[in-house]
Every structure is written in C-alpha cells, then in structure tokens.
C-alpha cells in the first residue's frame, strides 16, 4: 500500500446541514432515469442533442452552441454541467462539509491529469483535449491548461505538486524504456484511494457509510483490474503491483489470494461465494461466447451504483446523500457519453444498452 508522509489529521466535526442535504436532494432529483435512457437509445443524434438541451443540460449547451456542434458541443456541455453541479455542493456546503466534498471530488483532478498525460503520450490535438476536461475537481480549469502547455509529461507531474514527484519514479522509468502510461497512472490512483482512505479516518460516525462505500468501490475496482489482467495474461507480481491496498488485512488478504488464481474461469470460481456469485455466473457465460469483459464489467459498476444508491436512500439527511449524489451524478454522465459515441459510431441499441449502468 502507498504511504503517505503527511501530518496526522484531526478529527472533522460534522453537524446538521438540511440546507445542503435538500439542496442536493433537489439536484439528485434532477438525473436520468432508466426510461430516459430508452428513449434516448431510439432517438437519432440530433434528437438525443434536443432532448438534453431542454432538461438540466440546457445552460451549458445553449452557452457553447454557438461555438462548437456535434459531438464535440454534447462532449464539453457533459464536462462543464458536471463541474457546475460539483461546485453547486462545494459553494452550499460549510466549511467542514465543503472538505468532505473536495475530497471526494479529486478523483476529477486525476482524470483530468490522466486525460493531460495521454494527450500528451499520444500527440492529440490541444483543442481536443481541453475539450474533454471536467475542471470539476479542486484544480482550475486555468491551472490544468498551464499543465497542458508544459514540455513533457515529467514536468506535468513536477507542477501537480499534489503528491510527492518520487512517487512517479517507476512510472517515468517505465515510460522510457516500454513506452507506456501504465505505471505513472497507477501511481496516481494509488495516491487518490491512499489519501482518501487516510482522510475518512478523520470523519466522525456520521461519515461511516461513506468509509464503507470506499472500500466497496476500492473492491470493485480491484476486480476490474484483475479480470483485465487475468485476460492479458499478466504474472501475479505484475498484477499485484497494480491493485489497490487499503490496509485492511483482512481486505487486502482476499485479493492477494486472488492474484494467484490460474485464469479467469478459476477467478470466477473463486468469486462463486462471495456477493459477486450471479455478476460472475452471467459475466463468465457471455466471456466463453464472445472473449468480452464488457458484460462482466458493466454489472460490477451497476452493483457499486447500488450501493450509492444505499447512501442516498438509507440516510436522507445526512453526508451520505451529497457522495451518493456525486457518484451518481458521475454516473449519468458516463451514460451519456456511451450513448453519444455509440450513435455517432452507429452501434446497435442492444449493445449500447449493455454498457449503460442506472438504477
């Protein structure tokens, strides 16, 4: 597990904010649901554009229509409305709520610092990539422009200062010598998930749901990993290294004996008693058909998806409701860029459907 040098943190008082829960309950109320996303799978490109230009995408479509079209305006009104709604809670939270909610929304910083470094690994077109940042984490959509005019992707991570630059070692000497990304963004994950576990030991029991959410989600995202790289053949020293750690014995235990599972069918056995019994069963079946993970893949973000919804049902007046709402809402927008790009590529409804996660 990635250490982190920094000072121990105090304990945050979290108090009642029925303003702000309302508010983001509001907001919540807001989102797709699953007929909308049925009618938007038979609808034509331009109509799915009409449809989310008279819903709550309308301000940043109308504010860009003028400018950009297609794909490119769909692309940056879904960026600009996610950094809009994640403001919205930092501006009506207080102070020791407004922490929680930065916290959390840092996994934006990172996307955003990742979609940097691959524009820049992969010579894409500058407007391009400004077009597909959120600037919905805690960095500035100024700042992250200054990353993109910096000269290389190691004097991107100098400037981030966001974590220790020696942590990107390994990284940048993978980068040299096999040419790859891999290494540098999973250092990057490894120190989001690694401060993030360190800062919900600060959050009082008000913020327990929320702990116990994260670690579903680290779970989650660990068994993505390792069914990618079962797939890719990939030794478990190699695997190993890009799992997340939570510092859990008992956790981190479970997927150490994983590592060592043979295959995918073996993995799938393994998961046969755990919750994850009928995601793997139905996952499994469709891999033997067609050698694809996607079905496997989506159901395991819908099962994390239910347990966001848990946070937003279970406790309605309290923090849980403001981090359902932000994955969610991140969700939503993961929906919707499946459904632009497969109609743009001209993908069967089916399919589409497939990749879709909703409640």
Not at 185 to 212: C, I, R, V, W
Not at 229 to 246: G, M, Q, R, V, W
Not at 292 to 305: A, F, W
Not at 332 to 342: A, F, M, S, V
């Amino acid at each position: 597990m990635l250490k982190l040098e920094e000072p121990k943190l105090e304990k945050i008082k979290l108090g009642f904010y029925p303003y702000t829960y309302v508010r983001t309950v509001v907001m919540r109320s807001l989102l797709f649901r699953r007929d909308d996303y049925i009618k938007m799978l038979k609808m034509s490109f331009s109509e799915i554009a009409k449809f989310l230009q008279e819903s709550h995408y309308r301000k940043e479509i109308n504010e860009f229509g003028t400018s950009y079209s297609g794909v490119d305006l769909l692309e940056l009104a879904l960026n600009r409305n996610l950094a809009g709604s994640f403001k919205k809670l930092m501006r009506v939270s207080s102070y020791e709520l407004g922490l929680l909610v930065k916290e959390y929304a840092k996994r934006k910083d990172i996307e955003d610092i990742k979609t940097i470094l691959r524009g820049k690994f992969t010579h894409a077109n500058e407007k391009d990539i400004l077009n597909s940042l959120t600037a919905a984490g805690t960095l500035s959509y100024d700042f992250l422009v200054s990353l993109l005019k910096k000269d290389s992707i190691e004097e991107v991570l100098k400037t981030i200062r966001m974590a220790d630059f020696a942590m990107f070692e390994n990284g940048l000497k993978e980068l040299k010598e096999k040419n790859t990304l891999a290494g540098i963004e999973n250092a990057l994950d490894q120190y989001y998930y690694a401060h993030l576990l360190m800062f919900s030991g600060t959050l009082p029991k008000e913020g327990a749901l929320f702990k116990n959410f994260l670690l579903k989600e680290i779970e989650v995202l660990n068994l993505l990993t390792l069914l990618r790289l079962k797939k890719a053949n990939f030794d478990p020293k190699s695997i190993k290294y890009f799992l997340i750690l939570t510092g859990y014995k008992k956790k981190d235990s479970k997927f150490n004996a994983l590592i060592s599972t043979k295959d995918l069918e073996d993995l799938s056995k393994r998961m046969s008693k755990t919750e994850y019994k009928d995601i793997f069963e139905k996952g499994m079946e469709e891999f033997t058909k067609n050698r694809s993970l996607i079905m496997l893949e989506t159901r395991l973000y819908k099962h994390l998806l239910r347990q966001s919804i848990l946070l937003l049902h279970q406790h309605m007046l309290s923090v849980d409701v403001i981090l359902g709402y932000m994955f969610a809402k991140d969700i939503e927008i993961r929906n919707l860029r499946i459904i632009i790009k497969g109609k743009q590529l001209g993908l069967s409804e089916q399919f589409i459907e497939s990749q879709l996660v909703y409640e």
